[in-house]
């Protein structure tokens, strides 16, 4: 089962880009599809963005054209590339990784706050 580290975070400006980092630990990085969620104060933990094995990408509605999802293998590690951010994307993004019927992995979060 791999282990992920999340870093990346940090205040930013509406308008304004971030880039997230998810390092994964193990050798079966490339069988997971990748993913990243984010949880807004008092709200539920969301969908942002997923990326499968081969590297069909999904996104929310409300990141579509904003957002990129990426992920490299070589470097174990996937991206969320946040372009144009507004202050409704101010939330903990989590890192995910699903493989088959097996429990997901979550990472530990990092925060993403966009001032107005």
């Known amino acids: 089962q791999v282990q992920l580290v999340e870093s990346g975070g940090g205040l930013e400006q509406a308008g304004g880009s971030l880039r997230l980092s998810c390092a994964a630990s193990?050798?079966?990085?490339?069988?997971?599809?990748m993913g990243w969620y984010r949880q807004a104060p008092g709200g539920q933990r969301e969908l942002v963005a997923t990326i499968t094995t081969v590297g069909n990408t999904n996104y929310a509605d409300s990141v579509k054209g904003r957002f990129t999802i990426s992920r490299d293998t070589a470097k174990n590690t996937v991206y969320l590339r946040m372009n144009s951010l507004k202050p409704e994307d101010t939330a903990v993004y989590y890192c995910?990784?699903?493989?088959?019927?097996?429990?997901?992995?979550w990472g530990q979060g990092t925060q993403v706050t966009v001032s107005s």
């Open positions: 995910n990784a699903r493989r088959g019927i097996s429990t997901p992995t």
């Open positions: 193990g050798r079966t990085f490339s069988s997971y599809t």
